[in-house]
């Protein structure tokens, strides 16, 4: 008995419970609560339940629709053989080089994809995006000059970048322990106290529209580095906002990216949670419980300005937040110009500090 | 052509760093009992000060300097003789136990003192430092520089010889030898220089791979984010509970260590003057 009572944990903290002989109940070693052993069955034959029933791989509720036959007959289909991207655009905007792998051979595809229930129109437009992408250019010393003037930086193009944006409440049970220390002297000795608490916090966080990207050929670095969208901006979607722009369709589910999606939301809980302890000297987490309680995924296309340029054989991508003009990339480096920068940096350096050090040891000649 | 550049700056630092470098083997070979900083001497000459200097120091087994400044080096007469002495970091024996004579002779002013230090103390009564100031006095009045010196170290031969000096460590009065060192040389002081060197071209070239290294990050702009922090609704942060459980309190108690004024070095055996070092009854002018 006593050792399948030690298992258990405090329905209200999470603490251990024990087996209190002058209540005749368990109790709890943090919080003093009392329970009988029907309560804690009764809760645990709850909580068992309710996990059964959500399964601890909860899905999560997604919004997708079908486009209607006239939005369909007005929209073209495309698909990359280089990198498998599948595109559409309406029938007015033509689709013939890749935005992901510059391959200039897209062919016509099969349009499959489902219709998004939001879209945030552009915001930029594309002389905006190459003036961003130019200026990013600026102040790189290590960047091969050749890079620069061998890049077709007007080839940009607006894309549609297929999302999830996950709503979900995190349901976090946390304990810490946390310590007060207060140092004082008295007499010939100094005298160390330290209080030491046991802290617990339950408590809820709600998220809205953390954003997934729904392309497989998409780089996550990339979408994640331009983030954040104004989402006050967000329409329902409409096919005219894609009018001179391509779209991508998504090949990510929802649920298969719901554990970028999760993981974000649990980090910023913990981070959030833990942000109510205050006035300790130090505090620790001991154990952290989080349960998602609900959570919906909406489909959306969100604008991004794409280059994708081949330098040396590579294929460079560089993505342009289409609301903010926020950009990812990578640029090349040159070893050449690194080395050259190194020697330059370190002799300069020598000079200086050589100079300092005969004037500090108070010189010789 | 970046290459050429690279190279050309290459060379030009290795050269530099050569040059640097050299004074440091050149100054290894140098003379160590008797040190010229004026040229005074020609290099025979020094070359044969230096090898009576070091045979009576290794035969007395008690080092025997001669010290030659263009200046003072800001120290008064009375420390001119003792700081010299101990800024080049003179003495036969041990490195905390030195026994050792100087003759330091500022060329500029004129002025000349002798110091001995340690065992040497034995012979170098202060007496016999004033017989030795008499005894090159009347080379210096004709700048007889060498015969000065050549009479300085033959006499402290003669005289650690008819003495029957022999090296021995000393136990001072004191708990510390009183520092000594008051102003370095101009040869110490590019010594140090020289030593501090390839410290100063490694932390040069750290800060020069860290500064290309911050370039590169610079032609980064891509990474994943860890956190959804600006996804969070307008309070959306709710407590069901908070509750902070007083657990215990634990003491600890540490002594403060109050100076009684006790330690010190107790007497006994061979009783030293408290800095260990013997002056003569002062320099002179010549």
Known sequence: ????????????????????????????????????????????????????????????????????????????????????ASLIADENTAVTVCPYCNNPTV???????KKPQFVLPFKLDKDKAVEILNNFYKGKPLLPKAFTSQNHIQEIKGVYVPFWLYNGVMDCHMTFNAQNVRQFSHGDEI????????????????????????????PDEYMDAIEPFDYSQLKDFDTMYLAGYMADSYDVDAEQDRERGEARMKASAVKSITATVTGFSAVSPISTQITKLDGAAAYAFLPVWLLSTQWNGETYLFAVNGQSGKIAGDLPSDKGLAIAWFLRITFAMFVVVSIVLYFIGGGFL | ????????????????????????????????????????????????????????????????????????????????????????????????????????????????????????????????????????????????????????INKCDELLESTGYVYHTIQYTDPTIAPHIVETSPEQRRNEFLLRLPFAALGSSIVGGISVMVMRGRNKRTGLAKNADQYIVNNGVRLTQSRDMFINRTRSVTRIQRDTGGGGHGGGGHSYHSSGGTHSSGGRHF
């Open chain 1, 1 to 84: 008995m006593a050792d399948q009572v030690s298992n258990y944990k405090c329905p209200n903290c999470g603490g251990p419970l024990r087996f209190d002989p002058a209540t005749q109940k368990l109790k709890c070693e943090y919080c003093d609560s009392l329970f009988t052993q029907e309560e804690v069955d009764q809760f645990y034959r709850k909580d068992e339940e309710a996990a059964a029933a959500e399964g601890t791989d909860q899905k999560w509720e997604t919004d997708t629709g079908e486009w209607s036959e006239e939005e369909a007959a007005h929209m073209r289909a495309y698909s990359c053989p280089s990198c498998g």
């Open chain 1, 107 to 113: 062919v016509a595809g099969q349009f499959v994809t």
């Open chain 2, 1 to 152: 052509m970046i290459l050429k550049r690279l190279q050309s700056i290459g060379m030009v630092f290795l050269f530099l760093f050569g040059l640097l470098l050299f004074p440091i083997r050149s100054h290894a070979d140098s003379a160590a009992y008797v040190i010229d900083e004026t040229g005074v001497f020609t290099s025979d000459q020094l070359l044969e000060l230096n090898d009576l200097a070091e045979q009576v120091t290794n035969d007395r087994e008690c080092g025997v300097y001669v010290v030659i400044t263009k200046n003072m080096h800001g120290y008064s007469e009375r420390d001119f003789a003792e700081g010299l002495f101990f800024n080049y970091d003179l003495g036969y024996g041990l490195k905390d136990n030195p026994s050792g004579i100087i003759l330091a002779i500022d060329y500029n002013d004129r002025f000349y003192d002798v110091y001995s230090y340690g065992a040497a103390g034995d012979t170098f009564t202060t007496a016999r430092l004033d017989s030795l100031n008499d005894l090159v006095y009347d080379y210096l009045v004709k700048d007889d520089w060498f015969g000065a010196c050549k009479a300085f």
């Open chain 1, 191 to 218: 005298i160390t106290e330290t209080d030491h608490y046991q802290l617990v916090r339950n408590g809820t966080v709600t998220f809205s529209g953390v954003p997934a990207d729904a392309s497989s050929k998409m």
